[in-house]
Nanobody
Framework: QVQLVESGGGLVQAGGSLRLSCAAS????????MGWYRQAPGKQRELVAT???????NYVGSVRGRFTISRDNAKNTVYLQMNSLKPEDTAVYYC?????????WGQGTQVTVSS
């Protein structure tokens, strides 16, 4: 059984920062691609950023330069540092990872940015 547990969401003013964490636990043979996705009210879930086991990163254009994804392979943990937050970043943020060749979702954490 594999679990992804997110933490770090909350309420912040525009221009502020938050750091999300997502730790994988359970029967893990390998952790490959790790990423963050978000879903705003009334919108589809979208990719925010991904990072491979080798450290290669990819970002959606709207967050590039403001968000930084990183990972600690020894801890099977992925992070998302979010700076210069905007009200349009408000969403539920989900961790998604390929673990032992299966894709798993976390439960989601709410990020609310007030103007």
């Amino acid at each position: 059984q594999v679990q992804l547990v997110e933490s770090g969401g909350g309420l912040v003013q525009a221009g502020g920062s938050l750091r999300l964490s997502c730790a994988a636990s359970g029967s893990i043979f390998s952790v490959n691609l790790m990423g963050w996705y978000r879903q705003a009210p009334g919108k589809q879930r979208e990719l925010v950023a991904t990072i491979t086991s080798g450290g290669s990163t990819n970002y959606v254009g709207s967050v590039r330069g403001r968000f930084t994804i990183s990972r600690d392979n020894a801890k099977n943990t992925v992070y998302l540092q979010m700076n210069s937050l905007k009200p349009e970043d408000t969403a539920v943020y989900y961790c998604g990872s390929v673990i032992s060749q299966t894709f798993y979702w976390g439960q989601g954490t709410q990020v609310t940015v007030s103007s």
